[in-house]
C-alpha cells in the first residue's frame, strides 16, 4: 500500500459543486435512469470519479477558449459530457457539466 506525506495530503483541492453542476448531474442521471436504472449509478459514480482525478491533475484540462468560450476557465470530456472547471486558492469548483451534443455555449 502506498502512503502519501502530510505535504502531499495538504496539497490536494478541494472540490465544489455550483448549484448548476448539481442539477446537471442529476439531470444526467435521471436522464439515463429512465432507460436503465443501473447504469444510471455506475455512469454517475465513475463521472464523479472522474472529477476527483481533476484533484491530482488539475491542468489536464484545455482552456474554455479552446471551445470558443469567453468564460476563464478549463474543459475535459468524459464519455458525452463536458465537464467545466475553474481553479481558485487550492479549490476546484466544477461549474457545469454538460452533454456534449448541447449548445453548451449557452449554458455558462
Known amino acids: 500500500m502506498m502512503k502519501f506525506g502530510t505535504s502531499f495530503l495538504k496539497n490536494m483541492l478541494e472540490v465544489l459543486y455550483s448549484l448548476k453542476s448539481k442539477s446537471d448531474l442529476i439531470s444526467i442521471f435521471e436522464s439515463i435512469k429512465e432507460d436503465k436504472p443501473n ?12 472529477i476527483e482525478l481533476l484533484k491530482a491533475n488539475p491542468s489536464m484540462g484545455s482552456d474554455c477558449k479552446n471551445k470558443n ?4 476557465c478549463k474543459v475535459v470530456v468524459f464519455r458525452s459530457h463536458l465537464i467545466l472547471y475553474k481553479l481558485k486558492s487550492k479549490k476546484l469548483y466544477i461549474l457545469r457539466v454538460i452533454n456534449s451534443k448541447e449548445n453548451y455555449k449557452t449554458k455558462l
Do not use: S, V
Open 39 to 50: 447504469a444510471a449509478k455506475d455512469y454517475t459514480r465513475k463521472l464523479k470519479e472522474y
Open 69 to 72: 468560450l469567453k468564460t476563464k
